[in-house]
């Protein structure tokens, strides 16, 4: 073919000399090469971004469907968090006042009498406010019988305010084995209750707002 031997006697010295046909042949190729080139280097790469963001539009999608759906229920939501709010301000109205804490005091103190326990100790401890409620721990000992036990918690529950009161390294035993006495365990049937107790006591709003300042400020001491 005319057009082979033409390629095969090229002269790569006078390049302006060569056929027609092989001039528009090596321009047709150059121009494909610099188009592959500009494909690999910039469309490749623009394919490669445009999987990427086909991708993350998928995952805005799932984002936008769950978003939705929670906010369809925003307002059933709200309504139960404000049912439960106002529920717990009514829980907490219900313990004791910091003016009726002193009172309350006496009123344990005085139910374990009247439960014919003998009580050795009973030392209330500084209070310790939280968010929106105090403790007060007290440091007691007391002595009785298994029914007078009983008979005390059954009257602290019967006190007019609700009385929480949570145990804390509290032991029970029989009054001989803490004596160090000999014999059998428990034989008098009297038991000797020891450790820290805490009741609580409902902050009002501005003593509220001082415990929170205060919590955080000693958690960002930490």
């Known amino acids: 073919m005319k057009f082979l031997d ?17 001039k528009v042949f090596f321009t047709v190729l ?16 623009q394919q490669d971004e445009l999987e990427s963001l086909v991708g993350k539009e998928e995952q805005l999608k799932q984002e936008f469907a769950t978003k ?11 309504q139960q968090l404000d049912e439960m709010q106002d529920m ?26 009247s439960a014919g326990l003998q009580s050795d100790l009973f ?5 310790v406010p ?7 721990p007290i440091t007691l000992r007391m002595t009785g019988t298994y029914h007078q036990f009983g008979t005390f918690i059954s009257g602290v529950a019967s006190l007019p305010r609700v009385v929480i009161l949570t145990l804390h390294d509290v032991s029970l035993t029989p009054k001989d084995a803490a004596a160090g006495k000999g014999g059998v365990s428990g034989a008098s049937g ?15 709003d501005d003593e509220s707002a001082e415990a929170k300042a205060a919590n955080a400020k000693s958690g960002g001491r930490k």
């Open 6 to 22: 033409d390629l095969r006697n090229l002269d790569r010295n006078n390049i302006g000399g060569w056929p027609q046909s092989i």
């Open 30 to 45: 150059l121009f494909g090469v610099i188009v592959f080139f500009g494909w690999y280097l910039y469309v490749s790469n």
């Open 68 to 78: 939705q759906a929670k906010s369809v229920n925003l307002e059933a939501l709200q």
């Open 88 to 113: 717990l301000r009514q829980l907490l109205r219900q313990l004791p006042s910091k003016t009726e804490m002193p009172e309350l005091l006496v009123d344990i103190s005085q139910t374990a009498l």
């Open 123 to 127: 030392q209330p401890g500084p209070e």
């Open 130 to 136: 939280k968010d929106f409620y105090a403790e007060k």
């Open 190 to 204: 009297q038991l000797v209750l020891q450790g820290t107790v805490k009741t609580y006591r409902y902050l009002e």
